[in-house]
């Protein structure tokens, strides 16, 4: 039971922190309020930051996944896993920020500009789960058991 809640309680933390994040990058990214009338539907830019969104995760989760090897020092320590993070990080940090960069309108506006935050966010948390398990796996243990 206290393990149930104190991943309820995690996984809550981490969604606000998340939205607070997007909300702090759309705010330095100077994104005018919300628009007065709000498009509904899929648009090709929605549909663009949407992708890098997906990539984003899928960076978040595989860096995850690869610093749970690492610190287990499971197959290769997690290297396969970090290396596709950062990339799926770098990649989603880089399409986040272009659509920032041309969007010309607000949230509701149909230019994607929430879903560039959010991937700048998530690209920027796979980037940087990828880089803290390659610097892990760079340590190796010698056979006397002394690092270097």
Do not use: D
């Not at 997007?22 to 990214?29: G, K, Q, R, S």
């Not at 919300?34 to 090709?44: E, K, N, Q």
């Not at 290396?83 to 960069?101: F, R, S």
Request: aromatic share 2%.
């Amino acid at each position: 039971m206290k393990r149930t809640l104190a991943i309820i309680i995690g996984s809550l933390v981490a969604v606000a922190l998340f939205a607070v994040l997007v909300h702090a990058v759309l705010i330095v990214a100077h994104i005018p309020n919300t628009a007065t009338t709000t498009v509904s539907g899929i648009t090709p830019r929605r549909l663009w930051a949407t992708t890098p969104v997906a990539l984003g995760l899928a960076g978040v989760i595989i860096g995850s996944m690869a610093l749970v090897r690492s610190a287990r020092q499971i197959g290769n320590r997690g290297r396969n896993g970090a290396t596709l993070a950062l990339m799926a990080g770098v990649i989603a940090m880089v399409n986040g920020v272009l659509n920032l960069a041309i969007a010309t309108g607000g949230p509701g506006t149909g230019n994607g500009v929430v879903g560039g935050a959010a991937a700048f966010v998530l690209g920027l948390t796979g980037t940087t789960l990828g880089a803290l398990v390659l610097s892990r796996s760079r340590r190796t243990v010698l056979p006397s058991g002394q690092t270097t």
